[in-house]
């Protein structure tokens, strides 16, 4: 890990030209926020917006109040409500509601303080206040390493996850590890669902480091967590440099999501969690690969890493496989009549398939309801 003395922070960067920025990871840096600011020339001549949620409201909201104030910020707050149902249309304009009547202006700057619900909700009314204002990405989730870090920022249509958004870089992401510590264990195996992808991508060293890691990461041990965020995002920064706006390379980025975010379309956003679902989504892939030919230990390796960390494996019941089938027909990854799918080839290789024939994955959708295989 390259560790920032001055901040005692591990220290990445996305390398986007002049729209590189600094991904930062370490203990107790919400207390830090004003300073990093600063040290980003954001503005104190206008003012800023945090938007949180009612969970990270009780817990870092005035630690990250006070951090700007102290460094001569005037802050408004904005507060959603916790959970996947607040990336909404009604949401966004309620934030731009609240920017609006504390003056905000186009020397502003948003403060997303939360998981991957907040981080891609502020994101959007970044992107679109008065045309684009800068933003900075504060993580307090796990899940989040791979949400706040490229760019990503949308929310939710009522029959597709992300399907109004845009890419828009923030100016920073200041990962604070000690805002974790109090995650339920739902939230901390689901986040890592993320981590365990970004492995199974890019990195078999990586995926069998989680594998032998799982234990410490499930009851947040600090250190071992900072390791696995920052390896985590390392993958991801890399992606994103060499391929922004998902062109090709990019889309790698969404092993598992194809079917995972149909099962949340098709729960409403509200029952199975991001990382739950992309769980699922990824033992689909796996079943994909051992269907397509490839290499034997794929299914049997992804089962047990999803199993290690308490992860689903299996699509509920009630679940109907049409609507699963017509959400994915409605997804991104849904293109020219072709369904994208990211196919493992080997542990840490994946390939882009456009040629999955609809009924295997009609096939792998209901042995996913009906049980294990393989
Ligand atoms: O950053 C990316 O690129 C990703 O695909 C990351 C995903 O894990 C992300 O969580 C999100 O669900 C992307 O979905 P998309 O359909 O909006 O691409």
């Not at 910020?73 to 504390?102: D, F, M, Q």
Request: hydrophobic share 45%.
């Amino acid at each position: 890990m390259h560790i920032n003395e001055q901040l005692q922070a591990a220290e990445l960067r996305v390398e986007l030209g002049d729209r590189s920025y600094p991904i930062w990871i370490g203990s107790k840096l919400v207390e830090r926020l004003g300073e990093l600011c600063l040290s980003k020339q954001l503005s104190t001549k206008s003012p800023m917006m945090i938007i949180t949620d009612t969970h990270v409201e009780a817990l870092h909201l005035s630690t990250a109040k006070q951090s700007l104030e102290a460094a001569g910020y005037r802050v408004a707050v904005h507060v959603v409500p916790a959970g996947e149902s607040s990336k909404s249309l009604s949401h966004l304009e309620a934030c731009i509601t609240t920017a609006l009547e504390a003056g905000l202006d186009r020397k502003s700057a948003v403060v997303a303080l939360g998981g991957g619900v907040v981080g891609d909700l502020a994101g959007f009314v970044a992107a679109s206040y008065m045309r684009g204002v800068r933003f900075i990405q504060v993580p307090t989730t796990i899940l989040a390493h791979d949400s706040s870090v490229g760019g990503k920022v949308a929310v939710n249509h009522p029959l597709a996850k992300n399907i109004i958004g845009a890419f828009y870089q923030p100016e920073m992401v200041v990962y604070d590890t000690s805002t974790l510590l109090t995650l339920p264990l739902r939230e901390v195996r689901a986040g890592l669902a993320e981590m365990l992808k970004h492995g199974l991508i890019w990195d078999q060293r990586f995926a069998d480091w989680c594998l032998e890691h799982a234990d410490e990461l499930l009851s947040l041990r600090e250190e071992v967590l900072q390791y696995g965020l920052y390896a985590g995002c390392a993958v991801k920064a890399q992606v994103v440099s060499k391929d922004e706006r998902e062109q090709d390379l990019r889309a790698i980025l969404n092993l598992g999501h194809t079917i995972g975010h149909a099962l949340e379309a098709v729960g409403q956003y509200g029952e199975l969690l991001h990382g739950e679902a992309i769980s699922i989504g990824m033992i689909g892939s796996a079943m994909l690969a051992e269907r397509l030919g490839e290499a034997a230990d794929i299914l049997p390796y992804t089962r047990r890493m999803i199993e290690a960390f308490g992860l689903p494996t299996q699509i509920p019941a009630s679940y109907d496989t049409e609507d699963i089938m017509s959400a994915m027909m409605h997804d991104k990854k849904f293109s020219e009549g072709e369904m994208v799918f990211v196919v493992p080839t080997a542990i840490g290789k994946v390939e882009i398939r456009r040629d999955v024939p609809v009924a295997l994955v009609r096939e792998i959708v209901d042995e996913l309801k009906g049980g294990a295989r393989g």
